[in-house]
């Protein structure tokens, strides 16, 4: 992806703004590796439900006020590919062991934008309260250590099973 692309993209997410496919944080380098999965494992059951190919994790924009202010969240290849590192980490808490499909860094004049292409997982409407997610568009899918959760507005809290 070029940098103009990156540009482009960046401005087509924060038009369209967060949703359940994507996710905006200011993603500082004390940004846990655990929460990073969890954000990847939601935003890749949405893309599922929402039947679409990708979805995207975008640090160094503020979330409420959409300006760009930069991330210090480390990307860099040592970082991100070492054994041990921010993949095998994301691999190890997704299930099946999935990644991301790109990591695109934007060298915005106001800084550093990280993009996490995030692909469509698979396999997660069974138990799953369809009902609850098709009823509000705040409720976000989580699965995180083996555990379904439900996001409405910034907290988490775990997702009931339909009632038939």
Same mark, same amino acid.
């Given at each position: ?25 200011? *993603? *500082? ?5 655990h ?46 590919n ?19 499909? *790109? ?16 692909p ?13 997610l098709?009823?509000?568009?705040e ?26």
């Open positions: 992806m070029t940098s103009e692309e990156r540009r482009d993209l960046l401005t087509a997410l924060v038009s369209g703004w967060e949703n359940e496919v994507v996710e905006f944080k200011e *993603g *500082g380098a004390g940004f846990s590796t929460d990073l999965g969890k954000y990847f494992s939601a935003l890749a059951n949405e893309a599922n439900l929402r039947g679409v190919e990708r979805a995207w994790l975008v640090f160094g924009v503020h979330n409420k006020s959409r300006k760009v202010v930069g991330s210090a969240f480390d990307v860099s290849p040592e970082t991100v070492k054994s041990g590192g921010l993949k095998y980490q994301i691999t190890q808490s997704t299930d099946p062991g999935m990644c991301f499909t *790109g990591i695109h860094v934007l060298d915005h004049e106001d800084g550093k934008v990280v993009f996490f292409e995030i469509v997982q698979v396999h997660i409407t069974e138990n799953c309260c369809l009902n609850t098709q009823s509000s568009m409720v976000r899918v989580r699965k995180s250590m083996n555990t379904w959760l439900m996001r409405s507005g910034a907290t988490l809290a775990r997702m009931r099973k339909c009632r038939k």
